[in-house]
């Protein structure tokens, strides 16, 4: 069964410091997403990704997050100067359709230092 | 103000012992419900998506049900393997492309 996968599991790292985080959504999905949660909390939505371009974002999704899908098969979430509030698990998500089922990926645990 | 209100936050269940677990969602024009199983850790599992009031989805031990004001997530003869904490989520009208969650309600199935 096609799943969604992330790299790396987990990432530590020191504030300030840029972080990437990878994610192959299933192979003919269309939408992309990103979530994240913070220990505890809700997952809260971060930003979506369709045709190259973004379509929607949170105020979360502030100037130091960007996203790039640099070839056909991965999705990034890049984070300039990582603050330590950063510290999230970061879930990447993607479905065939707006509106349709978004299926989600293990997760990216960071933590910043 | 929450939009996604999941209760109780937390239940225990004994093994067998059936129960429902509640979202109810304020969010104009609901465009879509879904319920995900989250285990710690890992990311959220598909379970059920629900359109329009009146829809039931089932399967195996967990039945979901929609109304206009919230949807109930009911776990039939419950096994210890379905402690996890289960979410909902909602699309809304002007944001179809984003999930808003609720807080989850963490299930503990005891043997």
């Known amino acids: 069964e096609p799943e969604v996968t992330q790299t790396p599991s987990h990432q530590v790292t020191q504030m300030g410091q840029e972080v990437i985080l990878r994610c192959v959504p299933i192979s003919n999905h269309l939408y992309f997403y990103w979530y994240r949660q913070i220990l505890g909390q809700k997952v809260e939505f971060l930003v979506s990704f369709y045709n190259n371009e973004i379509s929607e974002k949170s105020e979360i999704f502030d100037d130091q997050f960007s996203v790039e899908r640099p070839d056909g098969s991965n999705f990034t979430l890049k984070i300039r100067s990582t603050k330590l509030e950063d510290s999230a698990m970061y879930f990447c998500a993607s479905s065939v359709e707006r509106e349709e089922t978004q299926y989600f990926g293990p997760g990216t645990r960071l933590l910043v230092l | 103000e929450d939009q996604v209100t999941q209760s109780p936050e937390a239940l225990r269940l004994q093994e067998g012992e059936s129960s429902s677990l509640n979202c109810s969602y304020t969010v104009s024009g609901l465009r879509g419900l879904f319920w995900y199983r989250q285990d710690p850790g890992k990311g959220p599992e598909f379970l059920f998506t629900l359109y329009s009031a009146g829809e039931e989805k089932e399967k195996e031990r967990l039945k979901a049900t929609l109304t206009k004001k919230e949807s109930f997530l009911h776990i039939t003869a419950p096994k210890p393997e379905d402690s996890a904490t289960y979410l909902c989520?909602?699309?809304?009208?002007?944001?179809?492309?984003?999930?808003?969650f609720g807080s989850g309600t963490q299930l503990t199935v005891l043997p």
């Open positions: 989520a909602v699309y809304q009208d002007g944001s179809a492309r984003q999930l808003t």
